[in-house]
C-alpha cells in the first residue's frame, strides 16, 4: 500500500519530499471545467479535487491511498460566486500577460483568500475537505507588476503568483499555512495519510 498523489504540479512533489513522505506521482485524467456564475466555490473545489483523485483509482494498487487537490485564489468582492457567505471572484491561473498584469492589480494592496480542494480516498472512505489561507498585498505599482508578469513565472500559477519565488516580494502578511498557498496543506493532510509515512 503506497500513497499516490493525483498530480505532477513540482510544487505539490517538492512539498511531499520535504516532509519526507513516500509516494508516487501520477496525472489525473479529468477536465477542470469552470464553476457557472452562481455557484458555491467549496462545492465545486471539493468536487473538482475529487475528480482528480477518482480519474487515477485503479491505476496502482486498490489498496493505494490517493491524493488529490486543487488550488485557487479568490477575491472577497462584488463577484460572480458564494464563498462561506460573501459574494468573491475567482483568479485561476492566467490565460496570458495581460491576464496576469489584470489579476495582480485586482491583488494590490489587498486581502485575498489561497483556497485548496484536497480529496482523499482510502480503504474506498472519500473524503474532501477546504484549506483556507488570507494573503494581503502590498500596493503594487505599474513597474512591479510589469517587471514580474515578463519573467513569465505567474502564468501558471493560480492568482498569477508564486510566494515561494517572486511573488513573496508583494506579501506584506499571511494568515494561515504556508504551504496551502504554494499548493498543498499539507499539515491538514497529514492526520489522513499518517499511517503511510
Known sequence: MSLILASTSPRRIDILNEFHIDFIAVSPKCDELPPKKGANVRDW???????KAESVLGQESKDDTILAADTI???????????????VELLCKPKDD???????????????????????????????????????FKELSSIDIKGYVVTGEPLDKAGAYAIQEGGAKFVSGIDGDIYNVIGLPIYDILPYIMSLV
Open 98 to 136: 495581460k491576464d496576469a498584469r489584470k489579476m495582480l492589480r485586482s491583488l494590490s494592496g489587498k486581502k485575498h483568500y489561497v483556497l485548496t480542494g484536497v480529496a482523499i480516498i482510502k480503504k474506498g472512505v472519500k473524503k474532501t475537505f477546504i484549506s483556507k489561507t488570507v494573503v494581503t
Open 73 to 87: 485564489v479568490v477575491l472577497p468582492c462584488v463577484g460572480k460566486y458564494l464563498f462561506d457567505g460573501e459574494l
Open 45 to 51: 473545489l471539493s468536487k473538482t479535487a475529487l475528480e
